[in-house]
């Protein structure tokens, strides 16, 4: 990697923290109530080693073959390392065994069918020793305006499926994951959300993470309750697209 690059992430990791702490402050927060998941999908594994070597040490992905490949050669490039992996986007039920050996936290559930794929090859690769945890964390994932297009469950299906998490062996129901919809109205569309996360908290307690807020629009979701904003673009730049 160039000294260049290095110094463009660093100066923009600087930025990105300012911001958030701008938000809490401006919000009535503790900026440690809010954490920093820096989306890396098309990100090079360099970029990622350089992100831990300035003290980042949490990273979304959404390819299940793109990023499992990243965690095997992030690993060899810091292996004294221990990143958090989280899977923020659609995943397929066949492709839940290719995830669950080295993800973290799975923060796009949003179906039961779902639910019970990513439970049994859980329990499975915990089994047969792919998977050091037996449970793996979970968010659901909801939709805010019910369109099935960008994946999330609907607000009349979210306590259902709840429920239905919360019974299975090998998930852990630790919250609620959403994207505010392009062209919405950003406070209406948080505010749906953090009204969302309320009605989940109220039926299950310890479902406490509220992962919302992205590059453009993280300012707004701290000032409605976000605990966890997901930075693309303005921690790495621009990125090329990729078909894997």
């Known amino acids: 990697m160039s000294d260049e690059r290095r110094a463009d992430l660093?100066?923009?990791l600087?930025?990105?923290r300012a911001r958030i702490a701008e938000a809490c402050a401006a919000a009535g927060?503790?900026?440690a109530e809010v954490a920093l998941l820096a989306v890396t999908k098309t990100v090079p594994p360099a970029d990622v080693a350089a992100l831990i070597d300035l003290g980042l040490d949490s990273f979304g992905e959404n390819r299940a073959q793109e990023a499992s490949a990243k965690v095997e050669e992030v690993a060899g490039l810091r292996p004294q390392a221990r990143p958090h992996?989280?899977?923020v986007g659609n995943l397929q039920r066949n492709k839940a065994r290719v995830v669950v050996p080295w993800v973290t936290r799975l923060e796009t559930l949003d179906s039961a069918r779902l639910a019970n794929a990513v439970d049994a090859a859980t329990r499975k690769a915990?089994?047969?020793?792919?998977r050091a945890e037996p449970v793996l964390p979970v968010l659901i994932q909801y939709s805010v305006d019910g369109d099935p297009a960008r994946g999330g469950v609907a607000d009349d299906g979210l306590l259902e499926l709840a429920s239905h998490v919360a019974g299975l062996p090998g998930l852990e129901l630790r919250g609620l994951m959403a994207v505010?919809?392009?062209g919405s109205e950003p406070d209406r569309a948080f505010a749906a959300i953090a009204a969302a996360a309320a009605r989940l908290r109220a039926e299950h307690p310890g479902a406490r993470e509220l992962s919302a807020g992205m590059s453009g629009d993280l300012d707004v979701a701290i000032r409605h309750g976000s605990t966890v904003v997901r930075v693309g673009t303005a921690l790495v730049g621009e990125r090329a697209l990729t078909s894997r």
Do not use: K
């Open 10 to 12: 660093g100066r923009r």
């Open 14 to 16: 600087t930025d990105v």
């Open 180 to 182: 505010a919809p392009l």
């Open 29 to 31: 927060r503790d900026p």
């Open 85 to 87: 992996w989280h899977f």
């Open 126 to 130: 915990h089994d047969d020793g792919t």
